[in-house]
Each structure stands twice: as C-alpha cells, then as structure tokens.
C-alpha cells in the first residue's frame, strides 16, 4: 500500500511539472534546421551568401527574403510567405531594418526563436523612426525623393553602411542599394514577438550606421543574449563564421 501510495504521489509530481512548465520532451528534442533570413533597407538579401553556405554546410535549411522595403505590411507578408514554405520550426534572423520586420513575422508559429543582427527591436505600438528619433540622426540619410523613397549618400556610404568592406564591394554596394519607403520608417509594430520568443542579439563592435547605445537599449529591453562581433554593420559579410555561430546556437 505504500509503495502505490508513494508511486501515485510521483506520478502527481510529474504530471504538475509538466503543467507548470509546459515542458513537452518530444517537441524538447527536435532540431531547429530552418533558417529564414529578412535583409535589412539599402541592401538585397545575396550579401548574406557567406553566412548562407556555412549554414547550409552545417546542415541547416536556409530561405532568403527578398523583402521589398516598401512597409512593414509588405514586408511581413513577404516573411509570412518564406515562413509558410518550411516543414518545421525556424529559426528568424533579421538585419537592420529586418530586425523590425521579424519582430512582427516572428509572432508565426512555426517560429521558435529571434535573431537579431546589428538591428531594431521596437516595441508594440513603436515604429522604426520613433527608435531612430531617440540618439542622434544617422550619417548619410538622404532627404526622401518624389515618391517616399530614402536612399543613402555617396560621400559617407563607405564609412558608415559599408564599414569594413573594400572599396570596391562599397562602391557595387552603394550602386545598388535598394530604398526604405518613409511608409515603412513610420509603420508600427502590433505585437512583438521578441516577448514570447527566446531573443539572440549580434552586436557589431564599430556600428556607424544604428546607434550603438540604441543597439544595447533595445537588446537589453528584448532580454537578448548578446554576442559582440568585429566589424561594423554589414558585419555578416565581413565576419560571416561569427554570425552564423550565433545562428546555430539559437536553433539548438
């Protein structure tokens, strides 16, 4: 009688841990093996090849948005459509201005983690800009054009948005950047995701292009496990391993 007494009582034990922790051993050992990556404004989603072939070499299962930067809308849904393709849980990475993006995509759920490279957190009900607002005005941000549209200047292109890349790769760069709607720069969050979410942060050591103390504000306030890496904001082109050792680490 004992022993089935003593028996029942760990079998309620067990049963009101795994209530309160809503502990699942299966979904526990299954394997995050689909990466999604959103880019960021004023450049397309193939910098990110380097960090694409390590991942891809290590077994994952990599997607590229090809997001237009129009608005956060747009942008979603174009996150919602790579999202909807995958056959298991993801891993999210948003650069830039795509972290913005994955904080409203990142609410899917197929989505089991964040991770944010060298890029915005807002929070629910905040844009882009109202971050932005906050420190000093970046360098090199053009007035809009004609139809809303922001573009990067030449003259600090290099040392700001392109930082530790070569002359050349800036140059191409610059020559082809895509642009950030005003639309999206003002467009606000609905939920963020980062507060349901398990949140990594990439933090560039030389970041001319988001202010840096916004960086740890905002990585502080998502509660982010944050990794310093060399380089500046396009940083997962210039040290590629590091960021997608960051990657890897959120899927396990």
Do not use: C
């Not at 502990?23 to 526990?28: D, H, I, L």
């Not at 999202?83 to 989505?111: F, M, Y």
């Not at 700001?160 to 969050?189: H, R």
């Amino acid at each position: 009688m004992k022993t089935t007494k003593n028996l029942n009582v760990a079998v309620a034990a067990a049963i009101l841990f795994t209530s309160l922790f809503n502990f699942n051993p299966v979904q526990a050992q299954t394997p995050v093996k689909n990466i999604v990556i959103v880019h960021g404004a004023f450049a397309d989603a193939s910098g990110w090849e380097s960090v694409y072939k390590i991942l891809v070499k290590d077994g994952y299962h990599v997607s590229l948005v090809q997001n237009p930067t129009s608005s956060l809308a747009e942008d979603v849904a174009a996150t919602n459509f790579v999202l909807d393709r995958q056959d298991g849980p993801v891993v999210l990475v948003g650069h830039s201005w795509g972290g913005t993006v994955i904080t409203e995509a990142g609410n899917a759920e197929k989505v089991k983690s964040l991770v944010y490279v060298a890029a915005f957190i807002p929070d629910a009900g905040e844009s882009t800009l109202a971050l932005v607002e906050k420190v000093a005005a970046p360098k090199g941000i053009l007035a809009p054009d004609a139809k809303g549209n922001v573009y990067l200047g030449k003259a600090t292109f290099q040392e700001t948005f392109a930082n530790g890349q070569t002359k050349e790769k800036s140059d191409f760069m610059f020559d082809s950047q895509i642009p950030l709607t005003v639309k999206s720069f003002t467009d606000k969050i609905t939920t963020a995701a980062w507060k349901n979410k398990p949140v990594y942060a990439v933090k560039p050591s030389n970041d001319e292009t988001i202010d840096m103390g916004l960086e740890d504000t905002m990585y502080k306030r998502a509660n982010a496990k944050v990794t310093q890496v060399k380089g500046g904001h396009t940083l997962f082109m210039t040290s590629p391993r590091e960021v997608a050792a960051v990657i890897e680490e959120a899927a396990k």
